[in-house]
């Protein structure tokens, strides 16, 4: 029986187009109205990683708009990978950029002219205070903050380190707090053979970068390279000399703040190092690294797998009797304290890192390293008049009312604070002033060689020599040899990147910065993918057109247009979103392409590069292993389970464990992490403490902390690897086996184990593939485990390619290089898709 197609009347389906089409075009007028009414206003984009204060400063901006009604600040707390964060939004150009944010993590900045010059309005007057700006601030922070003579930062809070230790433990066995470094080390013996850990200090490759060992680092060096300040200060004739600044300069060592405010010249540093002046083998750097050593004998077993929760958690469980710290731990400790059982509190007190008594070649006494704690730094953009109400809120948040605000929520709310106010005029509760008390009067380091000119990828190759040497993977002459040769490698990049002339009677920084100017903020994209994402949208319209007149009639041609347009919009995002950030990462690993610098193609060098490249080379092999683990967890493991429970015979016992398998699903990636490090935490991880339960005490180990061990570890991660995914895929396959099959492989296999091998696995050749296939992809991508628990240490035992290129994109500003690996990766994951496809096949491939 035939059916009449129904009747469509060709006016209404025209119509409908057109009405659609209206209907398209007034959403878009309606959104470029609220657009412009909305850029009307002057928007001020706040982002920040001082929790603490978030509270206060809601209540403060809220106060602001209030009285700006034209004016919307926007407010962006950000907790996790800050520094990563603000380096994305600036690549996107000075739209994108926040109007203020913590300049501290970005401290090339400045140089490159990314930063508001604050010189002039810190001399004009607040309108919230009538006093000039400059009056309400601690102006001995801002004055160290100062680079070539230019004030970037406004401070909030200051910020300094201490030795923080358990008074109750110090009486009880008559301890007393050190007066030396000798007796330091004196005191770490005698606690350590009281059966206590001296000192709880985390030494995993994030803490080592930038956290307690890198002070450390940083404090020892400047006590053995602190007469080096008049060979490397600005000199007259220097484009920096400052005479009221640096012409009346004389060292005194006994005077801990004599260098503050002392111009170091760039180049003069370089030169230095250059000419062998500064070597990084002679006796003083030796002694730095000796006593550093020297005081790691009394950490805590097993430091260098530790990271600073958990050596904070030995301090407040009572099993260290110390734990360096910075101020901000005060705060930390009061709430702290406040929280634990009656019975688990202590008293504690702070006392700052005792001086080198008993050696020539250390010069004076261990200053600090602190300063700024939380610092507020203005993005320079193109309109000035948006600048002016930018600062304008900054004046406002720093006026004495307003930022005693911050503090009175922050402690009303028990969160610890940084340190000290850094605005006059803002007091604290008693017990805060009295705590703080130590941080003051001890002066700031002025020469910093954790690297050279804070240059993150020299601090970060520092970093994994330091851990391999605390480890004893490294001699201390292996060390420093090549200690040595980094420095002179970062002194090349910072060279090339800066242009540096090695004249330091003239100013390379402006011409850097012109250089950043011209080029425009955000314009050192891969503009070189724009046409090839041109020519796949000319083909979709070319495509489009050829099949809208292949359509014989008018009412077929009407239907297509209404879908053509419909399917507009999507195509446009994945151009916008997939295909254009592909295709510009793939032409930008054939360039050098640099932070501020525009693009420059180079063929092969960056793929040349990383055969050179001793990161690629561990890399690759932790990668290999990594990827061949893999592949055996996602398939071996899943499919005996499934096997186990698709044979039982109760249907109630398969749903109760095929629903078992399928929970650990709900539980975020990110919480079964943290799981794991707290398993195996050195000192109270579930895998060390069962061992000591059940006497295995020799067992124990470092587990993360011991580069043997590293790499092994992260395999074992997430044991009995019975991954749900996986399992469910198997069970469904085996599920959708034919009866027949299953009946005739009973009478024919004699045992199970040939059923499996003979009917199930070839009959699952499909779901192995697909299995496969995504776990190689998933291996060769991730780095987000690695980068949580190890970040690549200890040393380079746990590095592996993906990680390497978000360090070079994210860390060092080498976006070319990084998309070469990025390239490569690609490459690697299609090729073995491919190879899958070959020798995996199934009847129907």
């Given amino acids: 029986m035939f059916h009449r197609a129904p009747h469509v009347n060709p006016s209404k389906c025209g119509r409908d187009v057109v009405l659609t089409v209206s209907r398209l075009l007034m959403l878009l007028v309606l959104l470029t109205a609220v657009t412009t009414a909305e850029a009307r206003r002057h928007r001020i984009v706040v982002a920040t990683q001082m929790m603490m204060y978030k509270e206060g400063m809601e209540e403060v901006a809220a106060k602001y708009m209030e009285l700006h009604p034209d004016v919307e600040v926007e407010l962006i707390f950000i907790v996790l990978n800050y520094e990563t964060w603000v380096r994305t939004q600036f690549s996107g150009g000075e739209r994108m950029a926040p109007d203020i944010y913590n300049g501290n993590v970005t401290n090339t900045f400045g140089r490159m002219g990314r930063w508001v010059v604050l010189n002039d309005y810190l001399e004009a007057d607040n309108p919230y205070t009538g006093l000039p700006w400059r009056e309400t601030l601690e102006m001995n922070l801002v004055e160290k903050s100062k680079e070539t003579g230019r004030f970037y930062h406004i401070p909030l809070d200051f910020i300094e380190t201490g030795l923080f230790y358990n008074r109750d433990i110090f009486e009880k066995k008559g301890y007393e707090v050190p007066q030396s470094w000798e007796e330091m080390m004196e005191l770490g013996e005698r606690i350590r053979a009281d059966g206590l850990v001296p000192f709880a200090i985390p030494g995993i490759l994030r803490e080592v970068w930038s956290g307690q060992v890198g002070w450390m680092a940083r404090m020892l060096g400047d006590v053995y390279y602190r007469d080096l300040v008049p060979l490397v200060m600005a000199q007259p004739g220097d484009w920096d000399f400052d005479p009221s600044r640096d012409g009346n300069f004389v060292q005194d060592f006994s005077d801990p703040y004599d260098d503050m405010l002392v111009g170091i010249n760039q180049e003069r540093v370089h030169q230095a190092i250059l000419d062998g002046v500064i070597d990084f083998r002679d006796d003083r750097s030796r002694m730095i690294y000796t006593r550093l050593k020297e005081w790691s004998r009394h950490w805590q077993d097993g430091f260098l797998g530790t990271d600073t929760m958990a050596a904070h958690r030995l301090f407040l469980t009572q099993q260290a009797v110390m734990e360096f710290h910075h101020s901000g731990n005060v705060g930390f400790l009061f709430k702290e304290m406040e929280d634990l059982p009656e019975e688990d509190r202590f008293e504690w007190g702070v006392f700052p890192v005792p001086s080198i008594k008993d050696d020539p070649l250390a010069l004076g006494p261990m200053r600090g390293i602190g300063g700024i704690g939380s610092s507020l730094t203005v993005t320079r953009k193109s309109n000035t008049e948006h600048e002016r109400r930018v600062i304008d809120f900054l004046m406002f948040l720093t006026a004495p009312e307003n930022a005693r605000v911050l503090y009175d929520r922050a402690i009303e709310l028990r969160r610890p604070i940084v ?34 000119d804070d240059e993150q990828e020299s ?43 090695m004249d330091p009677t003239t100013n390379d920084l402006e011409r850097q910065q012109a250089e950043a100017a011209a080029l425009g903020s955000g314009q050192a994209v891969a503009l070189t993918g724009i046409p090839i994402v041109l020519a796949v949208g000319l083909l979709f319209i070319g495509l489009m057109t050829f099949l809208y007149f292949q359509n014989p009639t008018g009412l077929m041609r009407r239907q297509a247009l209404t879908a053509y347009i419909m399917l507009t919009p999507t195509f446009l995002l994945l151009v916008g979103f997939m295909y254009y950030p592909a295709i510009a990462g793939l032409f930008a690993g054939f360039t050098e392409w640099e932070e501020g610098q525009r693009q420059r193609f180079i063929g092969l060098d960056n793929f040349t ?30 499919l005996i389970v499934a ?10 016992l398969q749903f109760f464990f095929r629903t078992g398998f399928l929970v650990p699903l709900v539980v975020p990636a990110m919480v079964a992490l943290l799981i794991w490090a707290f398993v195996y935490d050195p000192q109270t991880g579930v895998l060390n403490a069962t061992l000591r339960a059940v006497g295995l005490e020799s067992w124990q180990r470092s587990w993360l902390g011991e580069p043997n061990l590293a790499l092994p570890s992260i395999i074992f991660l997430g044991f009995p690897w019975i991954g749900a995914f996986g399992f469910l895929i198997y069970l469904v396959g085996l599920m959708n086996i034919p ?27 499909g779901q192995t593939r697909l299995l496969i296939i995504l776990a190689m992809i998933g291996t060769l991508q991730d780095f987000q485990t690695i980068l949580i628990l190890t970040q ?21 500003d080498h976006f070319g290089y990084a998309s070469a690996i990025g390239v490569v990766l690609f490459a690697v994951i ?9 020798f995996l096949k199934t009847e129907e491939t």
């Fill in 643 to 652: 096997e186990l429970v698709f044979y039982l015979k109760s249907r109630k």
């Fill in 609 to 638: 590069r990383m055969l050179s490249d001793p990161f690629m080379r561990v890399g690759a092999w932790n990668q290999f292993l990594l990827l061949v683990t893999g592949v055996l967890k996602a398939t071996i493991v899943p």
């Fill in 419 to 452: 340190g000290p106010p850094a605005v006059k005029g803002v007091s604290l509760p008693q017990e805060f002033e009295e705590r703080f008390e130590v941080f003051f009067g001890r002066g700031y380091e002025k020469l910093n060689f954790r690297g050279l």
């Fill in 792 to 812: 690549g240490g200890p040393g380079t035992s746990t590095m592996i390619p993906a990680l390497h290129m978000f360090y070079g994109a994210f860390r060092f």
């Fill in 459 to 501: 601090v970060y190759q520092w970093s994994v020599l330091l851990q391999d040497f605390l480890g004893d993977r490294l001699s201390l002459d292996d060390f420093l040899e090549e200690y040595q040769a980094l420095m002179l490698a970062a002194h090349e990049r910072i060279r090339a990147r800066q242009g540096l002339d």
């Fill in 830 to 838: 299609l090729l073995l898709t491919m190879a899958c496809f070959k």
């Fill in 739 to 765: 009866t027949s099959v299953i009946d005739a492989s009973r009478m024919e296999c004699r045992s199970t184990w040939q059923r499996i091998l003979y009917v199930d696995i070839p009959l699952l050749k």
